[in-house]
C-alpha cells in the first residue's frame, strides 16, 4: 500500500500526468447496520483520461440484508460525475433515488456558478459556491486533494437541499473486518441539539478511501456503514 500511496503522490505533483499512474477502477464493498435492520453497500469509482485530464463516475447501490430486506426491499442508488482537478473533484451531476421514487437531482452549472435541485417535483436554483460537492463525491475528495491539518469547511448538496459544512479534523486507529486501519476522521459540526450526525473515516494507506461513515439522516434513522473488502486496478485506458 505504501507504493500505491507513492504513485498517487507523484501524480498529484505532475497533475495532468499520465493515466496509468492512477487506478482506473475502484471497488468498495461495505456492510451496514441500522437501527432498524442491517444490510450492504457497494460503490464503484471510475476514473477516466480524457484530452483535457481526467473525468470520474462514482455508483453507490445500499441493499437490505436478510429479515431486513423483507420489510425494506427497495434499494437506495446514489451517483456522482464530474472531473478531477487540484483541488478534488468537481461534480457536473449527481442523484440518489429511493425504490421506485422519483430521484433526487443536483445540476452542477460551474460556467454560470449555479446549482439546480431537483426534489418532489420541484425545481430550485440557487448560487454553487465555489467547492461545492454531493455527499458521495465528499466521501472519495480527499483523494485528489490536499485535507486541511484542523478544520474543513464545504457546501454539500444531498440534492434537495445545500448546506455549508463544517468537519473537525482528527486521527484514530480504526478497526474493521479488514483489520487496523490508520484513519483520519472527519466529523460534522452540528449546531446545538441537533439530531443530525455524519463522522467520515479516511484511510491515508489506503488513497485516503472512505472505510467507515456513520451518519443521522433527516429522518432520526442511524446508519453505520463500514469496509469488509477494497478492489483496485489500474488498468490503462487505450
Known amino acids: 500500500m505504501k507504493f500505491l500511496a507513492t504513485i498517487f503522490l507523484l501524480w498529484m505533483v505532475s497533475y495532468p500526468g499520465f493515466a496509468t499512474d492512477i487506478p482506473t477502477r475502484i471497488e468498495i464493498s461495505y456492510a451496514v447496520i441500522t437501527d432498524i435492520g442491517q444490510g450492504e453497500i457497494n460503490e464503484v469509482m471510475e476514473i477516466k483520461h480524457t484530452p483535457s485530464g481526467y473525468s470520474y463516475i462514482i455508483n453507490s447501490d445500499a441493499q437490505a440484508t436478510g429479515v431486513f430486506k423483507i420489510i425494506e426491499p427497495n434499494s437506495i442508488v446514489r451517483h456522482s460525475e464530474g472531473i478531477i482537478t487540484k483541488q478534488g473533484l468537481k461534480p457536473s451531476r449527481a442523484y440518489e433515488k429511493r425504490g421506485k421514487k422519483e430521484p433526487s437531482e443536483a445540476v452542477f452549472d ?63 486507529i480504526l478497526n474493521t473486518p479488514l483489520g487496523e486501519m490508520e484513519a483520519i476522521v472527519l466529523t460534522r459540526q452540528e449546531e446545538k441539539n441537533s439530531k443530525l450526525k455524519r463522522k467520515l473515516w479516511l484511510a491515508p494507506n489506503n ?16 446508519i453505520d456503514k463500514i469496509v469488509t473488502g477494497i478492489n483496485i486496478s489500474y488498468k490503462p485506458d487505450h
Open 110 to 172: 460551474w460556467k454560470n456558478h449555479t446549482i439546480i435541485l431537483h426534489h418532489n417535483g420541484h425545481h430550485v436554483q440557487e448560487k454553487l459556491p465555489e467547492g461545492t460537492l454531493d455527499r458521495l463525491s465528499l466521501s472519495y475528495n480527499f483523494m485528489f486533494a490536499p485535507l486541511p491539518k484542523h478544520h474543513v469547511d464545504r457546501y454539500v448538496t444531498n440534492g434537495h437541499s445545500l448546506r455549508l459544512s463544517h468537519y473537525k479534523v482528527t486521527k484514530e
Open 207 to 222: 488513497h485516503m478511501l472512505p472505510v467507515r461513515i456513520v451518519s443521522v439522516e433527516d429522518n432520526g434513522r442511524e
